[in-house]
């Protein structure tokens, strides 16, 4: 994809969901989507997962958009799926079978949430005006009235939850009551990053799409829509650090990701002889009041390297670079897989309760990284 072809790209990330026009590395499941309603035959619930920052809420959003569009007037799927004004007659080249047009009337009003058959669900405000940790019972309450009402455009009515996740006991209770009882022509579509967390009867009752990760690729090229201002050998750092999310690349390029995980890997290079004044210094960098978000990208960063170690010293490695092979293969030669598993707990464990307990970032860092070098000297 070429980048220049997209004039509003921002260095900030990319739009909110419903905002977003772009979806790239899932056309498989716009795919399955669109063949479900145009057959007439759709699920009235998905369950839509995979880790976050891969497009799940883009696509709900996409999908709404598109069974609005068709829905308009009555119509809704079979032969006349692209008899809605707003739904183009060819889709452009590169895109997916649920494509609307950003200038598209129906994106429009999605866009600004200004579409009375369309619902979302997410975590509310509390009595102080500050957003809620989870999703309560009166975020869902209003679900069922609004899909008991007929549709006000006659079509389809779609309600999306932000994420599912995040729905307490309550709320997920009042939810189930809905999907037991799902009324005609409405459809819900539930983002959730994490399955397992869901009740058993909700799962069951939802037929999941599992979003694939992105490539590598495909993380380079909405980098380079999202962050322009990024050179190349940056975003390449970054989608490979990225674990098929452009969401994570950008967190890790609001952290200076990049120039933190070749500072790990410094450390790591150094194994048994640590530079004891560097590493001062770079935990002295990392304690400073206004480095927070990049202690805890620092914290993401080392849990991953420690964990892609130990997959290498269990031979069970994949996608390393030739760094990686060099450093792991002598740090594993180093000690057993059993004591690495150690530095790894220990590490997990003072990072966590780092932030917990307002331990000093500092001496954290000074003390995970000679336990590493103790663990390379084979002690």
């Known amino acids: ?149 007929t549709a006000g455009e006659g079509g389809w009515r779609v309600v999306i939850i932000d994420s599912a996740d995040d729905m307490n006991v309550n709320a997920a209770n009042a939810l189930l009551k809905v999907l037991e009882e799902p009324p005609a022509r409405a459809l819900i579509l539930l983002i959730c990053h994490n399955p397992g967390r869901l009740l058993p009867t909700i799962r069951s009752r939802c037929r999941k799409l599992r979003l694939e990760d992105l490539t590598s690729d495909a993380v380079a090229d909405l980098l380079a829509i999202y962050r322009r201002d990024l050179s190349d050998g940056i975003r390449r750092e970054l989608s490979a650090l990225s674990d098929g999310s452009i969401g994570r690349a950008l967190g890790l390029a609001q952290s200076d990701g990049a120039e933190l995980q ?65 450093v792991f293969t002598r740090l594993s030669g180093a000690a057993g897989l059993d004591r690495w598993l150690q530095v790894w707990e220990k590490t997990d464990d003072l990072l966590s309760r780092t932030n917990r307990i307002n331990l000093d970032r500092k001496q954290v860092i000074l003390n995970i990284f000679l336990n590493i070098s103790q663990t390379a000297r084979g002690g």
């Not at 035959?41 to 976050?52: E, I, Q, S, V, Y």
């Not at 891969?54 to 119509?75: C, D, M, N, P």
């Open 1 to 149: 994809m070429n980048a220049e072809a997209f004039d509003d790209a921002v260095d900030d990330g990319p739009p909110a969901p419903r905002r977003n026009p772009r979806l790239i590395g899932q056309v498989a499941a716009e795919t399955l989507l669109a063949e479900g309603f145009a057959s007439g035959r759709l699920a009235h619930a998905w369950l839509l997962t995979g880790p976050k920052g891969i497009g799940k809420a883009t696509l709900a959003y996409r999908f709404a958009r598109h069974v609005l569009a068709s829905s308009e007037g009555g119509v809704s799927g079979g032969s006349a799926l692209f008899g809605a004004a707003d739904l183009p007659q060819v889709i452009p080249e590169g895109e997916g079978p649920l494509f609307v047009a950003e200038e598209a009337p129906i994106f429009q009003r999605v866009a600004a949430a200004g579409h009375s058959d369309l619902m979302t669900v997410e975590r509310g405000l509390n009595s102080t005006g500050k957003q809620r940790s989870d999703i309560v019972v009166g975020d869902v309450r209003g679900v069922n009235r609004f899909l008991s009402m």
């Open 262 to 326: 070749r500072q790990i890997m410094t450390f790591l290079t150094q194994g048994a002889a640590p530079n004891i004044a560097e590493l001062q210094e770079f935990g002295a960098k990392m304690a400073k009041a206004d480095a927070v978000g990049q202690f805890e990208t620092l914290s993401d960063l080392l849990r991953r390297t420690l964990a892609r170690l130990i997959r290498h010293a269990s031979g069970t490695a994949s996608g390393e670079n030739a760094e990686e092979t060099e």
